[in-house]
């Protein structure tokens, strides 16, 4: 099970943290990604981290903006974003990688409920 936290409301250049805490069957994560998806649009990549390696993998219209974190104490991520732009409002979810391109959500297993976050200009 994923929950997510975080989301909210902020206006464009600030910034906001997610975090997506996981509990019950962990011991088998390798990769935790977060992805979101806009009204009307599909759901798009953001950002994924390796557990191990900590390799990041971020979208390019992220990168230098976001962070994504792991919290090596416990299965969870983070999501640091800065600069926030109006299209950047989305819906975000984070995800267990189940294997193949981080970039795809076919290649994640389980899902977050989401957390809103809204960007006013």
């Known amino acids: 099970q994923l929950q997510a936290s975080g989301g909210g409301l902020v206006q464009a250049g600030g910034s906001l943290r997610l975090s997506c805490a996981a509990s019950?069957?962990?011991?088998?994560?390798?990769?935790m990604g977060w992805f979101r998806q806009a009204p009307g649009k599909e759901r798009e990549f953001v950002a994924a981290?390796?557990?191990?390696?900590?390799?990041?993998y971020y979208a390019d219209s992220v990168k230098g903006r976001f962070t994504i974190s792991r919290d090596g104490a416990k299965i969870a991520i983070t999501l640091q974003m800065n600069n926030l732009k109006p299209e950047d409002t989305a819906v975000y979810y984070c995800?267990?990688?189940?294997?193949?391109?981080?970039?795809?959500?076919?290649?994640?297993?389980?899902w977050g409920q989401g957390t809103q976050v809204t960007v006013s200009s």
């Open positions: 981290i390796n557990w191990s390696s900590r390799n990041q």
């Open positions: 995800a267990t990688h189940r294997g193949g391109s981080y970039n795809y959500s076919e290649s994640y297993d389980y």
């Open positions: 019950g069957r962990t011991r088998n994560i390798r990769t």
